[in-house]
């Protein structure tokens, strides 16, 4: 098996995990028609689900994709201490408007820490600690996700050269080590709240997200990525 460097110059046994697809099926949502897949991560065992807009992109566009990680409290309860759940439902919308892919990663609760994980990181965040610094606190990684499974199955799916929906330059970065290339990032940001506006500046101040969080320029981060 052959080894790759990764983005910060680690070395990895292999850069992707091999995964397996299961039938393609009709999904009708609220945001739109979609046909949605199942994925197997082997390595894992984590079960992902690509949900796909049969409409074709525009001529001469990659195709829009996001890497949606799991977030129950966001997706599901629609909790506004984080953005996710808004950010799906944004990623959904303009996927059936614009066609691409929403790659649903599970196991990827709370950055990789998992639920009851996260849960303890915002018991610390209401003693007043960030994010980032509640991680530490509990001796767990800032961002424990994991993309090799993602990007092979972008790669089965002949999703070689993606726009990027987010605003998390190292998704790219990542992306990029697994040899699926980033030729845009869209950026996904969703109106900031009173309740996560802390959780959202410490994204920005602390793991560079790409958020204006009410700055002036917005548009500035709509960027060409320049790469050979
Ligand atoms: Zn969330």
Wanted: a negative charge; hydrophobic letters at 40%; proline letters at 5%.
């Amino acid at each position: 098996m052959s080894t790759s460097k990764t983005h910060d110059g680690g070395t990895a046994a292999h850069a992707v995990h091999p995964v397996s697809g299961g039938p393609i099926v009709q999904l009708p949502t609220a945001f739109g028609e979609f046909v949605a897949q199942a994925w197997t991560d082997l390595e894992t065992g984590a079960e992902h689900l690509a949900v796909s807009s049969p409409k074709a992109p525009a001529a001469g566009k990659a195709p829009l994709v996001r890497l949606h990680s799991e977030c129950l409290t966001g997706d599901v309860f629609g909790s506004y201490r984080c953005d996710c759940g808004e950010q799906l439902a944004y990623a959904l919308e303009l996927i059936a408007e614009e066609g691409g892919t929403l790659l649903y990663l599970r196991g990827q609760e709370g950055r990789g820490i998992g639920l009851a994980n996260k849960i303890k990181a915002y018991a610390l965040q209401e003693a007043g600690f960030d994010t980032v610094e509640a991680n530490e606190q509990l001796g767990l990684p800032v961002d424990a996700r994991c993309y090799k499974a993602a990007a092979q199955i972008l790669a089965e799916m002949d999703l070689h050269e993606i726009r990027l929906l987010s605003n998390n330059p190292d998704k790219q970065n990542r992306l990029a080590a697994a040899g699926v290339k980033v030729v845009e990032m869209v950026p996904t940001e969703v109106p900031s709240r009173e309740e996560n506006l802390r959780y959202l500046q410490t994204k920005k101040d602390r793991m560079d997200h790409l958020l204006t969080l009410g700055d002036t320029e917005p548009a500035s981060i709509a960027f060409e990525l320049d790469q050979d």
